[in-house]
């Protein structure tokens, strides 16, 4: 399953988060610009269980270079895949919770969610010789903080079936306890001492966000935050939102509303709907172009009901203006 959007939108925005992505990126285009240099400087800067447990090897680092790798380790990333996906869960998850911590406490969080991550993949592969690297860990402490303060928010994802690909939105609560079951499903089977997937880091990256967000959560916010807030305030409709359209019994066109900020409506933007279809629920994506006013209709065709035969209605959208 892979997350496409989430339905809550951020009410600031996420300039940590943000700078985060763009840290990552830079770092793996450092790593694409090692060359054969590569492999040493992932053993110096990943995290290798083998470097903290011999006694033998442990005494030729200084202590600041085998606390680095767990800071370090965050921003490197194995290939172009393993990014890809690690920063659009990043994208995906992390503006919420940076919005709910506010911009300092949630570098803070991301950061100790990351260290976690690190100690735990540390103590179960104590005598491992491969580096780990990978935002992985930092990322699913954010999921787990997600988890915990949104659980009934709904995540549209991309679900593949043999051929054909299926959108449907899914509660988080879902999604992320799904997740997190093939983290432990994949973590069981896994022998330690091996290459690959760190599930560990990942189940310990997620416990640790559902810890630390109540200790995070529950810290007032520093001065800094409430000034970089008043920079980064933005106000903003839901990315998802469900109609309940009417109709009358003998007319094929149906209407609904839909809520957009008065800058929305001036710049132009683009909503998601779902209409309900009986059991199911119909996801449409509506671009509305710039100028909108309250009461403007538009008019989507071909959207309306089905008559006996064959002919379509419409569906007409009153735009509303919300502060």
Known sequence: ??????????????????????????????QLAQGPALKEALYLYGIVPLRYSDPGLSPHFTAFEQTLPFLTSMFLHGGFLHIIMNMWF???????????????????????????????????????????????????????AYLLLYPRSRIMTLIPIFLFFQFIEIPAFVFLGYWILIQ?????????????????????????????????????????????????ERKRTPRIQPLTPLSLPDELD??????????????????MISIPQGIK?????????PGMEEGTRLRLKGLGKQGKDGEQGDLFLDVHLID
């Open 90 to 144: 990043l994208y995906i998850f992390g503006d919420n919770i940076e919005d709910r911590l506010g911009h300092i406490r949630y570098l803070v969080f991301y950061l100790f969610c990351g260290v976690a991550a690190g100690l735990i993949h540390l103590f179960t592969n104590w005598s491992s010789n491969i580096p780990t690297i990978g935002a992985s860990g930092a990322i699913s402490g954010v999921m787990g």
């Open 1 to 30: 399953m892979i997350p496409i959007r989430d339905a809550i939108r951020s009410r600031t925005f996420p300039v940590v988060n943000v700078a985060i992505i763009v840290l990552n990126v830079l770092a793996f285009l450092w």
């Open 281 to 289: 629920k119909r996801t449409l994506m509506v671009s509305i172009p």
């Open 254 to 271: 149906i209407q609904g509303i839909i809520k957009i900020t008065p800058r929305e409506a001036r710049f132009g933007t683009r909503k």
């Open 184 to 232: 432990l499903f994949s973590a069981s089977l896994t022998p330690k001492n091996v290459g690959g997937v760190a599930f560990w880091a990942h189940i310990g990256g997620f416990v640790a966000g559902l810890f630390f967000i109540k200790i995070f959560d529950w810290i007032p916010r520093t001065g800094l935050d409430g000034g970089l807030k008043h920079y980064t």
